[in-house]
């Protein structure tokens, strides 16, 4: 099983990536300040800011500091349909692809830790140890009870549950769960899907 690897950087996450080939690893970006769309082309990449807490809760952050109603308020975010669909989509990729997944957030955000708690509920669901980049770049790696297959069969049956709760609420499942693809997965599309997903992608740039 490949590893989640936390980048409390783009510096970090550059040195991932010099390490990395990229058809080894997926980027899912957790950040104000990291544009996905600028990010190198030949990986996938993936615009997760829906999993930042939100302006309430890092309110409760800068007035208290990390304290356990910071902690319980975010974790209690990360349960609603959208975010858990989101949430899973790390782990489907993982296991699914057998990728890494580098979680990704600039160094003024990592103040906020919510990187480390993404990376406690994952553990607490799905019994996957994420790594630091300092541990990774010691050798370590993400660690599980889970083999692979069994990820894959969690992850799928998790997909199918919240999948179906987010459209029942109303809400729009984004495209591709807001994947940007690398160029060579975007020629191998077909004709059709690849004619959507383009309008997608200038779709997000008009808004930016």
């Given at each position: 099983?490949?590893?989640?690897?936390?980048?409390n950087?783009?510096?970090?996450?550059?040195?991932?990536?010099?390490?990395?080939?990229p058809?080894?690893?997926?980027?899912?970006?957790?950040?104000?300040?990291?544009?996905?769309?600028?990010l190198?082309?030949?990986?996938?990449?993936?615009?997760y800011?829906?999993?930042?807490?939100?302006l309430?809760?890092?309110?409760?952050?800068l007035?208290?500091?990390?304290?356990?109603?910071?902690?319980?308020?975010?974790?209690?975010?990360?349960?609603?349909?959208?975010n858990?669909?989101?949430?899973?989509?790390?782990?489907?990729?993982?296991?699914?692809?057998?990728v890494?997944?580098?979680?990704?957030?600039?160094?003024?955000?990592?103040?906020?830790?919510?990187?480390?708690?993404?990376?406690?509920?994952i553990?607490?669901v799905?019994?996957?140890k994420?790594?630091?980049?300092?541990?990774?770049?010691?050798?370590?790696t993400?660690?599980?009870?889970?083999?692979?297959?069994?990820l894959?069969?969690?992850?799928?049956?998790?997909?199918?549950?919240?999948?179906?709760?987010?459209?029942?609420?109303?809400?729009?499942?984004?495209i591709?769960?807001?994947?940007?693809?690398?160029?060579?997965?975007?020629?191998?599309?077909?004709?059709?899907?690849?004619?959507?997903?383009?309008?997608?992608i200038?779709?997000?740039?008009?808004?930016q």
């Amino acid at each position: 099983m490949k590893s989640i690897i936390l980048a409390n950087s783009s510096n970090q996450l550059g040195k991932i990536l010099n390490k990395l080939k990229p058809e080894e690893v997926e980027i899912v970006v957790l950040s104000t300040r990291i544009d996905p769309i600028m990010l190198d082309r030949r990986y996938s990449r993936h615009n997760y800011s829906h999993l930042i807490p939100p302006l309430p809760i890092l309110h409760n952050f800068l007035e208290y500091g990390y304290d356990d109603l910071y902690v319980d308020r975010y974790m209690a975010y990360l349960k609603t349909p959208m975010n858990y669909l989101f949430l899973n989509q790390i782990i489907y990729n993982l296991s699914h692809r057998d990728v890494n997944m580098v979680l990704v957030c600039e160094k003024e955000e990592s103040e906020f830790q919510y990187l480390e708690l993404l990376a406690k509920a994952i553990k607490s669901v799905y019994q996957v140890k994420c790594v630091t980049y300092k541990d990774w770049k010691k050798g370590k790696t993400s660690k599980s009870v889970n083999d692979r297959e069994t990820l894959c069969a969690i992850s799928e049956k998790v997909y199918n549950v919240f999948k179906s709760k987010v459209i029942d609420s109303g809400y729009e499942i984004p495209i591709m769960m807001n994947e940007l693809l690398p160029k060579k997965r975007v020629k191998e599309l077909p004709k059709k899907l690849k004619k959507l997903y383009i309008r997608h992608i200038e779709d997000i740039q008009s808004r930016q």
